[in-house]
């Protein structure tokens, strides 16, 4: 059992740090900590995937010498997931961030469950 | 005819490339380019659904240079083009029920950015129903989840951004757990194409190497889809979100977006896993019980509310509950019924939610059903469709409500297991009395006449109003009355899924 989480060492990081991402997604009140969790979350995926597609002793699937022996090179598939992963999360970031701005402009909060209630306050008047 | 199989991709990428397009124009040339970009994918949509409905197989098309299993494909097959075409129509019609509160609720140098996320929305339902890769399945879910937050907060009211937040909270955890889903499945399997995929499971499972981390990504696969379609507990984000939007946010939320998602579940049921194998690892079991659960608590919760926007928004908590049921119990029958429900629910609700707008006048402070009473008087035609709608969510002959009510127990009465059949039966008759309490509660209200006629506010009922109800009023009688071919082309479709 020790043996199999020390020899895949990678998995258990990438699990442990989408914890702590979706934890704080999930369970902060700050807008930009839930947004910095999200990072963690979407970049404990990306070391996932990367660790997945990782060979030993290998390079990086770019054929610069123009050789192209796959044996030579590791999985390319999995970077590809990761770049298209980020690309994904950066927007999705962006927007979250831009939502948080607007929020802040109005109510002067980060906190969402103040923004919450002062929401439900403007609805009452 | 084989030019017809080019048709799905030119559909995705029309409405794809449309959305860019749409940000230099001007409000009125971004909305001429959506109607015409929604009515030409329906137009296309048809000809593939007439193709496959000829040829009676399903087709799949190779994407780029690289043949399966590396490249990426659509596959077309009757359920995936009669459901693409249903939700072109679905959402031309709930644009031009809701094209005056759109018009009045945005402002004009605005108004392009709401046609280009219906667009990106549009672009994202075509490709999540015709799609056979998960990895491509997901960035559509993503594009999918960023024009829906738009539609939500276009209106820009506190209470829509705060909706909105919540709205991308919920869904990015949700899209975190399919990511990863998706990842151990890549993982154990090596495959990102459905069918190489299904192989790599169906060997996996024999050998009985790699079951855990099979068992834990479809749960979380099911868990992500089921936060993003709001199923019971993770409904949390929904009210706000269907409540207050703008009429066509409201209308094309609430029956397209997350049945574009439920319509990836199937598909990961049906291609990916197959169903004994979801049998034997028991998520069907946990799904059937959060619908059961769905069904009741959304309606619960829909009778305590005083705002009827709110209510028909929990109503879809209890609707999405019914479809859910469907899978959960996870037979032929049982699944047919759920897509049936999806189309009905679809009809249904953007019906009710564009009614619901013309009788408040698209102001959510007169949503309130102290003020709607004696609404139907004011506006005649959105009157009878918000009863109409009604009257289907109900579940009355002749609409479809009723028909995919009778589906589900026909299903149920089908089931080995007598236990889960009486429970099924049960749910089905208790929802029904739920929703009968606050719908038909509802209807009479807005037909009671006021006393005093001097504290109504007035409406007014436009042609697009009158188009877009009557419409969907003939749809959901479509639908009620003639289930018959509809039920076997998802029989069809489901067959060769």
């Given at each position: 059992m020790f043996d199999e989480l020390i020899h895949n060492y990678l998995a258990v990081v990438s699990m442990v740090l989408f914890g702590i991402g979706f934890g704080n997604l999930l369970l902060q009140k700050n807008l930009i900590k839930k947004i910095i969790g999200m990072n963690i979350m979407d970049t404990a995926v990306y070391l996932f995937l990367a660790s997945m597609g990782y060979i030993s002793g290998r390079l990086a699937p770019i054929a610069t010498d123009g050789?192209?022996?796959?044996?030579?090179?590791?999985?390319?598939i999995p970077s590809g997931l990761v770049l298209t992963g980020i690309v994904v999360s950066v927007s999705v970031t962006a927007l979250m961030l831009a939502l948080t701005v607007r929020l802040y402009r109005r109510y002067?909060?980060?906190d969402i469950d103040a923004i919450t209630l002062m929401v439900q306050q403007e609805h009452r008047e | 005819m084989d030019w017809i199989r080019n048709l799905p991709l030119i559909a995705i990428l029309l409405s794809m490339v449309s959305g860019p397009v749409s940000s230099v124009l001007s409000g009125r040339a971004a909305r001429r380019v959506s109607f015409f970009v929604v009515v030409t994918s329906g137009i296309l949509s048809i000809l593939v659904f007439w193709y496959v409905l000829r040829t009676g197989e399903p087709f799949t098309y190779k994407m780029g240079a690289f043949p399966a299993p590396f490249g990426n494909e659509i596959r077309v097959g009757v359920l995936e083009a009669m459901t693409a075409t249903f939700f072109c129509f679905i959402m031309l019609l709930s644009l031009i029920g809701g094209y005056h509160f759109t018009a009045a609720d945005i402002a004009e140098d605005r108004e392009n950015l709401f046609y280009i996320l219906i667009n990106l929305l549009l672009a994202s339902l075509l490709a999540l129903i015709y799609t056979n890769d998960l990895f491509t399945g997901y960035v559509f879910i993503e594009i999918n989840t960023i024009s829906a937050c738009g539609l939500i907060m276009i209106r820009g009211w506190g209470r829509n951004l705060l909706a909105a937040v919540k709205y991308m909270i919920m869904s990015l955890l949700g899209s975190g757990l399919l990511l990863i889903a998706i990842s151990i499945l890549y993982g154990i399997?090596?495959?990102?194409?459905?069918e190489p995929m299904h192989e790599s499971i169906v060997d996996i499972v024999r050998e009985g190497t790699y079951t855990e981390p099979l068992t834990v990504a479809v749960g979380l696969f099911c868990v992500g889809i089921a936060i993003k379609s709001a199923l019971f507990p993770f409904h949390s984000w929904l009210p706000d979100a269907y409540g207050y939007s703008t009429c066509a946010s409201s209308a094309i939320l609430s029956s397209l977006v997350s049945k574009g998602y439920i319509f990836l579940l199937i598909k990961f049921f049906?291609?990916?896993?197959g169903t004994d194998i979801i049998r034997s690892i028991q998520v069907d079991d946990v799904l059937f019980v959060f619908g059961i659960a769905g069904m009741l608590i959304g309606s619960m919760s829909a009778i305590q509310q005083p705002d009827v926007g709110r209510m028909i928004a929990f109503s879809s908590v209890a609707q999405i509950g019914y479809i859910y049921m469907g899978f959960g119990i996870n037979t032929e029958a049982g699944v047919i019924a759920s897509i049936f429900h999806i189309l009905a629910h679809a009809a249904g609700k953007s019906l009710l939610f564009v009614s619901l707008n013309g009788l408040s006048g698209g102001n959510w402070e007169n949503m309130n059903y102290r003020k709607l009473r004696g609404a139907a008087y004011r506006n005649r035609i959105a009157g009878v469709g918000f009863a109409v709608g009604s009257l289907s969510m109900v579940g009355i002959p002749l609409l479809a409500g009723f028909t995919s009510k009778v589906y589900f127990a026909q299903a149920a009465f089908a089931l080995p297991s007598r236990s889960k059949m009486l429970v099924m039966l049960v749910a089905l008759a208790v929802s029904t009395i739920l929703n009968a309490m606050y719908f038909i509660g509802q209807t009479i209200n807005i037909y009671t006449p006021l006393q005093?006629?001097?504290t109504a506010f007035s409406v007014k009922a436009g042609k697009a109003m009158w188009v877009a109800v009557v419409s969907f009023i003939v749809i959901n009688l479509l639908l009620g009355i003639g289930s018959e071919p509809i039920f076997s082309w998802i029989q069809t479709g489901l067959s060769r899924f």
């Open positions: 050789n192209t022996d796959p044996s030579r090179y590791i999985n390319p002067h909060s980060l | 399997t090596g495959h990102l194409l459905m049906y291609r990916v896993i005093r006629k001097d």
